[in-house]
């Protein structure tokens, strides 16, 4: 409390912490809704229908066609639409099948990268999902500073906007970012219901454009002979055209977003009267319904608009600078339905680009909470959604500098983003076929994974940028996970005690007396090891004969996790001496946790007993931190410092 007689600190103190409080507003609930066991179970009547859940995933997948077309014809030329037939039987023959299985295996939007992480234990499992999302985190961040980028494409372009908004595109895509940012500092609410609108909108403007330009190609007699004939003269034989579509097609992989997406939210989906959260098998069968209607409306927009785009635009103005960049549907929207309509038109794409940034974010705040917090990987305040948010637009402002809004330069480092992670979901899902014995689907995933492996090595090859900005995600990742991880080295971090039915009477039985515990690490086991122990403890530590003592013996599971419930059990060896057992992820926390249950159980104090290690301390800690063992005593009192204050109330720690 601030004294009267402070002056003019109590003002900023007040300031600072209502800063703080609002920063940090809402973190245990969040902290509540993540996954583990803090989580609380979400109710059931939060779900909708599979078809409105559809436009918030659109909202990232749908809202490409504002650059998809034009990126497609960049890069394939007059070999677009085959290019993107290409794509097209990918995405149904490919990635729709794959994310259709995902779907079934992780029905609580854990995605891919769950799957995977279940395949793997100890820290190469926790590095390898750490790169994922390192990733992960390129895809969603790229999306939203692509989008915006592709926004201003937009608005720069608008005949009643270019002159003023031409040459300040780095400065618009900025504020428009920021403006996502203030969005969610304010508090983004429930946005399916804007979504159904903005998709609707979007994609019935689009289907009046294709329709149009389908018109237009279909009328125009010269136009598909010409488009055949210099074809022909670029390219030659059929066979050619075919091959070079097929090397051409990873660069179109920008296409293919939005399907990690579709999984993430499927705990919006409602499911059926019989759903149970273990097998929620209406919630899937609305996923899969959801992947496949998105991705045939997709595939159909995709074609169609890549191909009145490459006949109806001169090639010229898809370059850099071109009328036609980053904006192809909305170049025809103005060219052939007027300025009126190419507004509305642009104003359409504007918006649901914008909603594309606030699903990416969105994704972000979901996805990161729903690792890191359980590994221990990232400070306490991360489970906050407005520090999260001033981090990642941070970064999306750092990145919208770097390519300066370019949304050609942006292209490989999204489209690198979204293979990675459909590469791992086809591997995910080939294990899990292989794993359920089912030969003729292992066979068919293997073969999907293996073109989804080339189209990432030949993006990456391509468009190395992608991979450096998500080695860049990855290593900032890796840093503060780690980093994270030793500063909250010695927080308690057991959730739980619990004691079956012999550990609880032995505490009960030493309740009236003093309570002495001997840690004790387990070897042979043998009647000479504990006698032996004894009798050293009692001559170190001056223990009458007569007080009884109680053996403690930890055994360590997997020592990268970082929270775990701990299960106390007694037993009596060799007739004679009482040992409770415990398994836990370190030695030093578990043995923490279980003094301040005993103490809270009797309202005494209990002692334990160490004796000291030999070796280096560097070292020592080094084994805490990777196999949770190491000097134990020292740490023993460190987490039992840090988690109760008063010195009164402290368990005894004694090294003999």
């Known amino acids: 409390m601030v004294s009267s007689t402070s002056g003019g600190a109590a003002p900023d103190g007040g300031v600072r912490h209502r800063l703080r409080a609002w920063l940090l507003e809402g973190l245990t609930d969040i902290a509540k809704r993540q996954p583990g066991p803090h989580a609380e179970p979400e109710g059931a009547q939060r779900g909708r229908p599979w078809w409105r859940v559809m436009c918030l995933t659109g909202l990232d997948y749908f809202s490409t066609l504002g650059y998809q077309p034009g990126i497609a014809a960049l890069a394939a030329g007059l070999l677009s639409p085959l290019a993107t037939v290409v794509l097209v039987v990918v ?33 190469k499992g926790k590095l390898f999902v750490l790169t994922l999302l ?44 920021g403006l996502l940012g203030a969005v969610f ?23 009046v454009v294709v329709a149009v330009g389908l018109w237009h190609v279909c009328t125009a007699p010269h136009v598909i002979p010409d488009w055949s004939q210099a074809l022909v003269a670029e390219r030659g034989s059929p066979l050619v055209m075919v091959g070079v579509a097929l090397v051409i097609f990873p660069k179109l992989a920008l296409g293919l977003s939005g399907f990690e997406t579709g999984v993430a939210v499927m705990p919006h989906i409602e499911g059926k009267p019989g759903d149970t959260e273990e097998r929620p098998a209406g919630r899937v069968r609305g996923a899969r319904k959801l992947l496949t209607t998105a991705a045939v409306i997709m595939s159909i927009f995709l074609i169609t608009s890549s191909f ?71 400070p306490h305040w991360a489970r906050a ?48 076929a292989r794993r359920a014995r089912q030969r003729g689907w292992t066979v068919g995933f293997g073969v999907i994974s293996l073109i989804f492996l080339y189209t990432t090595a030949v993006n990456v090859i391509e468009r190395p940028d992608g991979v450096k900005i998500g080695a860049c995600f ?92 701990l299960r106390v059990c007694g037993e009596v060896v060799h007739g004679r001496y009482r040992v409770l057992t415990l398994q836990s992820a370190t030695i030093p926390n578990a043995l923490a946790a279980l003094l301040l249950r005993v103490r809270d159980l009797t309202g005494q104090r209990p002692h334990i007993y160490f004796e000291w290690t030999e070796g280096h301390p560097l070292a020592h800690f080094l084994r805490f931190f990777l196999f949770g063992q190491g000097e134990v005593a020292p740490v023993t009192r460190e987490v039992l410092r840090e988690a109760e204050s008063d010195r009164g109330r402290r368990p005894h720690v004694h090294v003999g």
Do not use: C
């Open 134 to 177: 390192g990733f992960a985190a390129t895809d969603f961040l790229i999306t939203i500073t692509l989008s915006a980028a592709d926004a201003t494409a937009h608005l720069v372009e608008n005949p009643h906007l270019t002159a003023t908004l031409r040459g300040h595109e780095v400065a618009v895509t900025l504020i428009l970012v």
């Open 385 to 432: 959604v407005r520090p999260m948010v001033l981090v990642f637009i941070a970064i999306a402002f750092l990145v919208t500098w770097l390519f300066k809004a370019d949304v050609d330069a942006q292209g490989g480092a999204y489209a690198t983003g979204v293979l990675v992670l459909i590469t791992s979901a086809a591997i995910a899902v080939t294990i899990a």
């Open 308 to 378: 009145i785009t490459t006949l109806l635009i001169p090639q010229r103005a898809f370059e850099p600078g071109g009328e036609a960049n980053g904006r192809a549907l909305a170049y025809l929207a103005h060219e052939y339905l007027g300025s009126a309509f190419g507004s509305v038109y642009d104003a359409s794409t504007i918006a649901i680009l914008w909603f594309a940034g606030a699903s990416a974010m969105a994704g972000l705040l979901n996805l990161m909470p729903r690792y890191l917090p359980r590994y221990g990987m990232a």
């Open 91 to 123: 995405t149904l023959a490919g990635a729709l099948p794959v994310y259709r299985r995902v779907a079934a295996e992780s029905p609580h939007g854990q995605g891919s990268i769950a799957m995977l992480e279940r395949l793997l234990t100890f820290w």
């Open 185 to 207: 500092l304010k508090g983004f609410t429930e946005a399916i219901g804007i979504a159904v609108a903005l998709v609707a909108a979007y994609l019935l403007l689009n289907a």
């Open 474 to 565: 990855i290593a900032g990742i890796m840093a503060v996970s780690l980093l994270s991880r030793v500063a909250r080295a010695f927080e308690l971090r057991v959730t739980s005690v619990t004691f079956d039915a012999l550990a609880e009477r032995f505490v009960r039985d030493t309740a009236h007396r003093r309570i002495r515990f001997i840690a004790n690490k387990p070897e042979r086991r043998d009647l000479a090891e504990y006698r032996e122990k004894q009798h050293q403890i009692r001559g170190d530590n001056d223990i009458p004969p007569e007080d009884d003592i109680i053996f403690v013996e930890v055994t360590v599971a997997d020592p990268s996790e970082f929270e775990s419930e």
